[in-house]
């Protein structure tokens, strides 16, 4: 029997406890709200209903009625659109292909970061530390000029970089080395109660912020 809440039926996710895709949705249900399911996903044992659906096991799934969905982007924009307050893309198509443009140099550039650090080590892992590191510096301005990156709002480029800019500790970055001013929007926005809450107790560990 399907959950309704509103004439909707409750969305499921699911998601994996450490890894930073799924802590960037979470982080997005947290913010606008949602009411859903999350699911806790061992790759190892995974449920047999979502890998019906999804055999190469791409997390994070979204599930809505019969509709799958997988792919970071296209679980934010869908979940963007289905619930739209607050709403976190603008009205106008201009500014929100500057916005969709922000998070694909994104995924092209810092958080290719992440697969190159958990999983090298020695001094391939050293070696991504120290060049994402002088990219950040590199970056000051940019955190600089809005109360939020790149905008004087909160938008779904934020909810996909914070969930990045928790690890970088954990990555083994020295975090008093980075810009002041992409250390005061980080620690702003950890004190969310957002944020907080799409923390899982794992991810807690990573630093002691909260």
């Known amino acids: 029997m399907s959950i309704i809440e509103r004439g909707r039926s409750v969305?499921?996710?699911?998601?994996e406890k450490e890894a930073f895709d799924s802590h960037r949705i979470r982080?997005?249900?947290?913010?606008k709200s949602i009411n859903c399911k999350i699911i806790s996903v061992d790759r190892n044992d995974p449920p047999e209903d979502l890998l019906a659906?999804?055999?190469?096991?791409?997390?994070?799934t979204l599930v809505d009625r019969d509709m799958h969905l997988y792919?970071?982007?296209?679980?934010?924009?869908?979940l963007d659109e289905r619930y739209p307050h607050p709403p976190l893309m603008p009205p106008d198509p201009m500014t929100r292909a500057r916005l969709r443009f922000t998070v694909y140099?994104?995924?092209n550039g810092w958080f290719q970061y992440v697969d190159k650090i958990e999983n090298s080590v020695g001094e391939s892992k050293t070696q991504a530390v120290t060049d994402l590191t002088a990219e950040l510096i590199a970056a000051e301005p940019l955190?600089?000029?809005n109360p939020y990156f790149m905008n004087s709002d909160m938008t779904l480029v934020d909810t996909n970089l914070v969930p990045f800019l928790w690890r970088l500790e954990h990555y083994g970055l020295d975090w008093e080395a980075l810009p002041k001013s992409l250390r005061n929007y980080a620690h702003r926005m950890?004190?969310?109660k957002a944020f907080k809450k799409s923390i899982t107790e794992?991810?807690?560990?990573y630093r002691f912020d909260l």
């Open 11 to 15: 969305i499921t996710i699911y998601s």
């Open 27 to 31: 982080f997005l249900l947290a913010t």
């Open 53 to 60: 659906h999804n055999p190469k096991l791409e997390i994070p």
């Open 71 to 78: 792919g970071v982007n296209v679980i934010t924009e869908y």
């Open 105 to 107: 140099r994104l995924e």
């Open 143 to 145: 955190f600089a000029e």
């Open 190 to 192: 950890f004190q969310s």
């Open 202 to 205: 794992s991810e807690r560990e």
